[in-house]
Every structure is written in structure tokens, then in C-alpha cells.
């Protein structure tokens, strides 16, 4: 027989730690968790507000301004069809979810990835999180996020940030790296300032790549809607979560397109915002 | 005056420069200094620059030029010596000095352009007033003045990505006039470009430095290049000052054979001037000397015809032997009228264009300052021999008596 090695208590460690932190914490957490609720509420309603047929005009107006004519139909054509299709409302609660959790997502992911760019060290410490983050299967993420923020949209929103963060950093990291050593010289040989360099020629170089990271942050946070949908969080993956309860193959589909569609609208609209022709056409 | 100082100015590249210093200082050399994981970068290195002065570092690559021009605004930082701009040890500037410095005093022009591909081309030739925190009213005027110097009125609008490469570096230039610096570091500046435009580059650059008086460092691989620009030529070789002379000097005494192998395929013609094959006019006629006294001292001197000077040296023109011949059979008293017009040339003129004239003028040719008085001849067989003499360096003195 080999002698049985006791179990490393792991699980068990993890949990005394989170039930440390939600006695300790959860007073911050939940005046968070109430703040974000809040807010979110506030834009849903405000959407809601507005009669569909015009949001679905000037959201089709904005991507045949940003990236042209065809997506400008594409949005309006799916938009309208999603209307019909009776899905408008938890539509517009996804694309909130989605939008706080991109913007959440951007204002941490931003400064990390500068950071990361600019140290070594930080990049040798933040690359592996990063992989932990994106690894770690989302489900995961949704149970401790409970007793910090309760069930429904903020866990929901948490858990999305955690999993779809990643590509922001990284592409931050990656774009600001990317800018040409000989650009990089130049700044320094005119005498620029570190802040100056960050803001005058490494950022804006670094633009396209920052905007094709936050491209895939949202992407990655709308495939978290159907997973969040478990804890609460409603929209189109509460109308699939439903539909997998009650075993209704229709209803789960037309939900399915329509976080199809939703997505679509939105890659090509932030696919083409910061690739501004002058930067693609040049050097 | 001096405007750059540079004293025994070394960099060593690699984890510990200290090391490579003493190994340098117990006389090891660059292969044995590079096996301990550090690298030369120059050694040694000391010269002086003049103000308003084109010096021109070359050397070929791996020879230190590019990291030496780098150390005079420290994006290199020395390992050891130092450099004193306006008397002033720059090594000693902290970094508010020198961001200074590289703002107002010194600018750079690069190899491959390095514009901004997202700033519209007079927002790159601002960069530089832009660091300085100037004004934006004030930075767009200066920045349209510079980018006018450089011949690019109109295309301030335009993008880089959207210039030709002779523009791009056009645009560099003016980033680097914009800020109307003292010095300007030019690293290879012309080398990306095709060989037609490099031309007309540095032709321009020339006509340019005679009205900003810049003084300009500018580095280059390409020794042609370096005569036609440079007032004076630093040529290096692994990282250390092989000669330091004016293109002249390089061409007709070269330091040693790495020099003159350097030097070996110089199209001559280009370099050389009327100076350096002129010499002195043995006898010259003059208008009121008789025809058989100007024969006699053709014949004394081996020559077909004769300069005909005033008595101040001024240049009338010259006299054949067939025409004195002529005169006196005709009982000529003078030969003052018979006086032929005849071409010359100031002592600055390239030995090629002087070719040129030689193939038409069969006689002596004047060589004559802004006076008109005469310096000196030159004569075909002077400059086919300084021609053949210096593009075969490589054949020794002895075998040159052999074929003589």
C-alpha cells in the first residue's frame, strides 16, 4: 500500500481566506455592489427609454459613420430583427452589462498595460496573472463573487471584468513595445520627457493595437453574458438559460442569434474606431 | 572657435564596462574584449569641431561612427572621457541639463527619417517646439519657416507616409532646423535614399549650410560622399580615429594602408581640383615683346605656346608658336595683336571639369584667382599623371620609378 499523504488543504485554505475577506469586506463590496447596480439601472432604464425604432437609427447612424456603409445596414437590419423578434429588452441589458464591464475592464487594463510596457519588472509579474485570469475556467470566478456582491448584474459584471480584462493589458503592452526604436530615439533626441514620449508619439502609435485588445475585451465579455446568466444576471444569456431549464430548442436559438448578432454589430464597429486611415497609411 | 571638444572619449557596450576599460588600458584588443561579453563601441576618441564647421565622420559599418555621434547628445552615454559643447562637460549634465541640451542646443537627423507617422508633417517638424512647450501659434509659424528652408512650402498638411523618401528626410531636416539648434548631428542622413536624390541632397545641403552656419557633425559610409560635403573628414575604423584631415589631406597622404585602400577607389576626377595639379607658368609673354623673343622662350622651355600677361600678372590671353612663326615672316614688330582668347579656370575647379576643358584647349591652361591674374598651368600631361598617380595608390613607389 502507499502510505496515504494527507490532501494539501488548498480548497480549504481558499475558503477560510474569501470567508475572511467577505466578513471584513463586505460592507465595501456591498456599497460597491449597490454603486454599480445603480448605474447600471440607470443606463438600462435610460436606454429603455428611448423608443427602439430611434435608438436602432442612431446606433445604425454611428457605425455607418465610424466604419461605413455596410456595417451602418448590418446594425440596422439586425438591430430591427432583434426588435421583432421581441428580444429589445434583455438586448439592451447585455449591451450594458457589456459596456460597463468594457469600461471597468479599459481603466484597469489600460494603466497595466502601460505599466507593463514601460517596466520589466511589472511585465514579469503581471504576464503570469494574466495567464492565470485566462485560464481559469469563468464559472469559477462566479462563486466567490457572490457573498462579495450578491446575485444578479454586479457579480455578474465582476466576473466579466476579471475574465475579459487580459487582452486589454496585453495588447496595451504589446502596442506601446511595437513602436519603432527609431521613433522612440528621435523623441529622446528632441529632448522629451518620459511623459511627454508616453503621450506624444507611444500612445497614439500604439492606438490601433490598444483598440484591437479592447475589440477582444468586448468580445470576451459578451461570451461571459450566457455563463453570468447562471448568477442572476439576466439579458439575452438569461433568455438561453431559460430556454436550456425549460427545454425549448426555438426560443434558446432566437436568443442565441441575438447574441450573435450583437456581437457582430459590435466588432465591427470598434474594430474600425482608432484605425484611422492616416496611422494605417503611414511608415 | 570651438564649438565641440571631444577628449579620449570611450563606450563599452555590455553588463560591465569597466572591465572592457581595463582590458583596453592593458592594450587587449577588440576580439579579445568581446569574448569577456563586452563590446567596443569607440575608443579613445578625440577631435575638435570648429563653429559653422561640415565635419564628416566616416567609417564603415562596425566602425563606432554611429555610436560616437549618439554620445555627443547622450543617447549613447560615454563609458569614460568626455565632450565640452561651448566649454561646457556635457558629461557632467544631469538629466534637466540635458534634456535641455538635446531641446534647444543640438538636433538630429536619422538614417530612415524616424517621422511621426500619426503627426502631419509640419506637426513633426514642430516636435521639437511642441517638448520646448512653445506656443501653438508660434510653433506652427517656425515650423512652416523651417519646413520652407527645406523647400517644402505647401505640405504641411500632408502625412509622412504620403512624402517620397527624399521628402521624408527633407522633413527631418526641418524637425531639425525648427528648433534652430547650434549643432546638427547627421546620422547617415542621405544613405536611405537613391543615389540620384542623395545628389541633389547633398548639393542642397551644402547651399543650405552657407546660409544657417550650422555646425554639423554627419556620418557616412561612403567616402565619396564624405569629400563632397565635409570641411574636414574623422575617418574611423573599430572605433578608433584612423586620420583627421580635409579631404585633400586624406586623399594625398593617407595615414596608412587602411586609408589608402579606403581612399583607392575614389573617382579622382570629382575630388581633386586645378590646385592640385597647377603649376607655376615658367615664362609668360607680354604684349610688347617681339615674336622672336616670345620663340625663343617657348623653345627654352618645351613649350607650343605661351600665356600672354600684363605686368601686374593679369591674364590677356596666350600666343601659339605657329602664330609667332608666322609673325615673323611678316615682320611683325609686337605680338600684342595677335593675342588669342583663351579659356581659364579658378583654382577650386574639379579636376573633372578641367578634363573637359583640356579636351578642347590643346595649350597651356590658366589657372587664375577672383583678380584675374594668373597662379599658375595646367597642363594634360599634369593631370593624367595626378589622375593615374592616385587612383593606383596600391603600387609601390618603386615599381611607379620602374614604369616612369
Known amino acids: 500500500m502507499i502510505p496515504s499523504i494527507p490532501k494539501f488543504p488548498l480548497a480549504h485554505g481558499i475558503d477560510v481566506a ?26 438600462v432604464s435610460g436606454l429603455l427609454f428611448v423608443p427602439p425604432w430611434l435608438l436602432i437609427l442612431i446606433v445604425a447612424a454611428v457605425g455607418w459613420r465610424v466604419a461605413g456603409r455596410r456595417v451602418g445596414i448590418l446594425t440596422l437590419a439586425g438591430l430591427l430583427f432583434l426588435w421583432n423578434l421581441r428580444l429589445w429588452q434583455p438586448t439592451v441589458e447585455t449591451f450594458t452589462l457589456v459596456l460597463i464591464s468594457t469600461l471597468i475592464a479599459v481603466a484597469i487594463g489600460l494603466p497595466l498595460g502601460i505599466a507593463a510596457a514601460l517596466s520589466k519588472r511589472t511585465s514579469r509579474i503581471v504576464m503570469p496573472v494574466l495567464d492565470f485570469m485566462q485560464t481559469m475556467p469563468a464559472f469559477v470566478y462566479l462563486i466567490p463573487a457572490i457573498p462579495f456582491f450578491g446575485l444578479g448584474a ?15 493589458i496585453r495588447l496595451t503592452a504589446l502596442g506601446i513595445r511595437q513602436v519603432p526604436a527609431d521613433l522612440i530615439e528621435a523623441a529622446d533626441a528632441f529632448g522629451s520627457t518620459r511623459k511627454q514620449k508616453l503621450f506624444k508619439v507611444q500612445l497614439p502609435m500604439a492606438v490601433p493595437t490598444i483598440m484591437a485588445g ?3 475585451t468586448i468580445m470576451l465579455a459578451l461570451s461571459m453574458v450566457v455563463i453570468a446568466a447562471m448568477i442572476g444576471a439576466g439579458g439575452l444569456g438569461g433568455e438561453v438559460w431559460q430556454a436550456i431549464q425549460r427545454l425549448e430548442p426555438g426560443k434558446g436559438f432566437e436568443s442565441g442569434i441575438a447574441i450573435v448578432i450583437l456581437a457582430m454589430i459590435l466588432d465591427r464597429i470598434t474594430q474600425r474606431v482608432g484605425r484611422s486611415s492616416k496611422v494605417a497609411s503611414a511608415h | ?36 561579453g563586452q563590446a567596443v563601441g569607440i575608443a579613445d576618441v578625440s577631435f575638435e569641431v570648429q563653429e559653422g564647421e561640415f565635419l564628416v565622420v566616416m567609417g564603415l559599418s562596425g566602425s563606432g561612427k554611429s555610436t560616437l555621434i549618439r554620445c555627443l547628445n547622450r543617447l549613447n552615454e560615454p563609458t569614460r572621457g568626455h565632450i565640452f559643447i561651448d566649454g561646457d562637460d556635457i558629461t557632467r549634465f544631469d538629466r534637466e541639463h540635458l534634456l535641455k541640451l538635446r531641446q534647444t542646443k543640438i538636433s538630429m537627423v536619422f538614417q530612415h527619417f524616424a517621422l511621426f507617422p500619426h503627426r502631419t508633417v509640419v506637426d513633426n517638424a514642430a516636435y521639437g517646439l511642441e517638448i520646448q512647450g512653445i506656443d501653438p501659434d508660434e510653433r506652427r509659424r517656425r515650423a512652416n519657416e523651417a519646413l520652407e528652408l527645406v523647400g517644402l512650402k505647401g505640405w504641411a498638411d500632408a502625412y509622412p507616409g504620403q512624402l517620397s523618401g527624399g521628402m521624408q528626410q527633407r522633413v527631418g531636416l526641418a524637425r531639425a532646423l525648427a528648433v534652430e539648434p547650434d549643432i546638427l548631428l547627421m546620422d547617415e542622413a542621405f544613405s536611405a535614399l537613391d543615389p540620384l536624390i542623395r545628389r541633389d541632397m547633398q548639393h542642397e545641403m551644402m547651399q543650405l549650410q552657407q546660409r544657417v552656419k550650422k555646425t554639423i557633425v554627419f556620418i557616412t559610409h561612403d567616402l565619396d560622399e564624405a569629400l563632397q560635403v565635409g570641411d574636414r573628414i574623422v575617418l574611423m575604423k573599430d572605433g578608433r580615429v584612423v586620420q583627421i584631415g580635409t579631404p585633400e589631406d586624406i586623399l594625398n597622404n593617407p595615414a596608412n594602408a587602411y586609408v589608402e585602400r579606403f581612399v583607392e577607389n575614389v573617382d579622382m576626377s570629382r575630388v581633386l581640383t586645378a590646385q592640385s595639379v597647377l603649376q607655376r607658368a615658367r615664362v609668360l609673354a607680354f604684349p610688347n615683346d617681339g615674336p622672336r623673343t616670345v620663340l625663343r622662350k617657348m623653345a627654352d622651355e618645351n613649350y607650343a605656346s605661351l600665356l600672354v600677361v600684363n605686368r601686374d600678372y593679369t591674364l590677356i590671353g596666350s600666343i601659339s608658336a605657329e602664330a609667332a612663326s608666322q609673325a615673323v615672316k611678316d615682320g611683325v614688330e609686337t605680338i600684342g595683336a595677335l593675342v588669342e582668347e583663351t579659356p581659364s579656370v579658378p583654382p577650386t575647379e574639379p579636376l573633372m571639369s578641367v578634363i573637359g576643358i583640356l579636351a578642347d584647349w590643346r595649350w597651356l591652361l590658366p589657372v587664375i584667382d577672383e583678380n584675374n591674374k594668373v597662379l599658375g598651368v595646367v597642363t594634360r600631361a599634369a593631370v593624367l599623371t595626378a589622375l593615374a598617380e592616385n587612383n593606383d595608390t596600391s603600387v609601390s613607389d618603386a615599381e611607379r620609378s620602374d614604369a616612369a
Open chain 1, 154 to 168: 454586479v457579480s455578474a459584471s465582476v466576473a466579466t471584468v476579471i475574465f475579459s480584462t487580459p487582452p486589454t
Open chain 2, 1 to 36: 572657435m570651438t564649438k565641440i571638444r571631444v577628449e579620449k572619449l570611450t563606450k563599452i557596450f555590455g553588463p560591465h564596462p569597466e572591465q572592457g576599460l581595463r582590458m583596453l588600458d592593458e592594450g587587449k584588443s577588440n576580439a579579445e574584449i568581446r569574448e569577456t
Open chain 1, 18 to 43: 474569501l470567508d475572511w475577506l467577505t466578513q471584513h469586506f463586505s460592507w465595501l463590496t456591498q456599497a460597491l455592489s449597490h454603486a454599480i447596480s445603480a448605474v447600471i439601472d440607470a443606463i
Open chain 1, 214 to 216: 479592447v475589440n477582444q
